[in-house]
Nanobody, 118 residues
Framework: QLQASGGGLVQAGGSLRLSCAVS????????IGWFRQAPGKERSFVAA????????QYTDSVKGRFTISGDNARNTVYLQMSSLKPEDTANYYC?????????????WGQGTLVTVSS
């Protein structure tokens, strides 16, 4: 199971930290990713981290503003979001891959809503 949390309302320029707690079958995952879906848009990739070694990937629009990290002891992946923009408003989902940091994504958690006001 994947449990996402940490969403909320924040002003533009502010920060939020999302958490994805990993349990059950997803313990065997190789990587955890964050995705987002804004109203009327398709779900898109945001960032991913590999459990072993900690390598990361980001979509271009969040590079330098978002940081993904994994805490193996707590079985939790974090997405630290800074310098937030109204266009970052979306439901954010975490997902787990059994194969690689590039997916495919086999398990999905529920979303947590991030709203950035201008």
């Amino acid at each position: 199971q994947l449990q996402a949390s940490g969403g909320g309302l924040v002003q533009a320029g502010g920060s939020l930290r999302l958490s994805c707690a990993v349990s059950g079958r997803t313990f065997s995952s190789v990587a955890i990713g964050w995705f987002r879906q804004a109203p009327g848009k398709e779900r898109s990739f945001v960032a991913a981290v590999k459990w072993s070694g900690g390598s990361t990937q980001y979509t271009d629009s969040v590079k330098g503003r978002f940081t993904i990290s994994g805490d193996n002891a707590r079985n939790t992946v974090y997405l630290q979001m800074s310098s937030l923009k109204p266009e970052d408003t979306a439901n954010y989902y975490c997902a787990a891959s059994r194969d690689s940091i590039g997916g495919p994504w086999h398990y999905w958690g529920q979303g947590t809503l991030v709203t950035v006001s201008s």
